[in-house]
């Protein structure tokens, strides 16, 4: 297993700025995802951070809304750019052992005003 | 295409009783499935993988390629099991279904 922190766990934001979360485990890790989890929602894959690549997007997630960096096997940021109150949601990150399985991050909750 | 499907947004028993949350999944390839669980404030942890085939807090779940299902059973439901419960194809969530287990 993994142990994962977030930070922020949570911010208030004005329309049209950015914010960026950074996601840390405590032990070297190859997979990590970033996820979004909107009210009442599921979560959906944003895109997957493997070290030493470009990041994944998922459909109707881009780079430029959601630039991603992984400098190293234990950290992580994801920036919400240029944010409207849609962006307001939960946004998680978790990172994957080789067989798959997922260890989550608390997440950061971010509100868009 | 990958896709999880859970009809189930909302199911509801009584302690005791036994319990399946529903999972249909779509993939052309050799699936990766899992069930994840969200208790009340906390954070989401991993239940059950299918290739593990073992049992976790009294739940199983068996992966049925002809239906393309993987759905999570527990004969004897108890009131902490009430929380949300999402299977996931590799990085992929379904909707989630939300157990109340009634006293």
């Known amino acids: 297993s993994a142990v994962i922190s977030q930070k922020p766990s949570r911010d208030i934001c004005q329309r049209g700025t950015s914010l960026t979360i950074q996601c840390q485990v405590d032990s070297q890790v190859t997979m990590m995802f970033w996820y979004r989890q909107q009210p009442g929602q599921s979560l959906t894959l944003i895109a997957t951070?493997?070290?030493?690549?470009?990041?994944?997007?998922e459909s109707g997630f881009v780079i430029d809304k959601f630039p991603i960096s992984r400098p190293n096997l234990t950290f992580s940021t994801l920036t919400v750019s240029n944010m409207s109150p849609e962006d307001s949601s939960i946004y998680l990150c978790s990172v994957a052992t080789g067989n798959l399985e997922q260890y989550f991050g608390p997440g950061t909750r971010l509100t868009v005003t | 295409a990958q896709r999880v499907t859970q009809p189930e947004k909302l199911l509801s028993v009584f302690k005791g009783a036994p319990v399946e949350l529903k999972c249909n999944y779509s993939y052309s390839g050799s699936p990766e499935l899992f069930w994840y669980v969200q208790y009340s404030r906390q954070r989401l942890q991993l239940l059950l993988r299918h290739i593990s085939r073992e049992s976790i807090k009294g739940f199983t779940a068996d992966l049925n390629k002809g239906e393309t299902s993987f759905h999570l059973k527990k004969p004897f439901a108890q009131e902490e099991d009430s929380a949300m419960y999402y299977c996931a194809l590799r990085a992929r969530f379904g909707a989630g279904t939300r157990l109340t287990v009634k006293p």
């Open positions: 951070a493997n070290q030493g690549s470009e990041a994944t997007y």
